[in-house]
């Protein structure tokens, strides 16, 4: 079955032109999404789960299928992982054709290399930040003299629900996240 997809950013925007681009192909289904492409493509997700074996895509650009480069050369790889043909409109991208799949096989290339080159980048950034002494991951709910006040409460004979309303009751800090904060069960 052939299937289309055309995404517009925003309400005031209209689907017209690629609607009826995509009806002039021969499109069995047209999925209309109102999104930009920085938030989730919810219909479009859905569209992509539903194609089978042998479907063809049709967009009327290629930048109307994801949100960012790295996102259409993922879903690009998925739909050729799942035998699904991919077509564009303007440009003439077409992954049922030779050039189309050399064309595909260098896209995804060059996205594994953004995507090595970003691990990268991160990895270097964690790295540097914990030789500085940076904290890295989730601030703790209490510091280090509250965790020592805790301890010291706790030898006192001092109850969970006691201390608990030291720190200013139920509604302020849950007796598991004391618990937590100096490792008791």
Known sequence: MRYGYARVS???QRHDLQVDALQQTGCEQIVQEVMSGAKSLAKRDALLSRLVEGDELVVWRLDRLGRSTLDVLEQLEDLQHRGIRFVTLE????????????????MAS??????????????????????????????????ASQREQIVT???EGQSWRQIQQLFGGPNSISIRTLQRAIGAQ
């Open 110 to 143: 060059l996205a594994e290399l953004e995507r090595e080159t970003l691990r990268e980048r991160v990895k270097s950034g964690l790295e540097a930040a914990r030789r500085r002494g940076a904290e890295l991951g989730r601030r703790r709910s209490l510091n």
């Open 153 to 155: 409460w706790r030898a």
């Open 10 to 12: 925003t309400a005031d």
């Open 91 to 106: 440009g003439n991208f077409d992954t049922g054709t030779p050039m189309g799949k050399t064309m595909l096989t260098i």
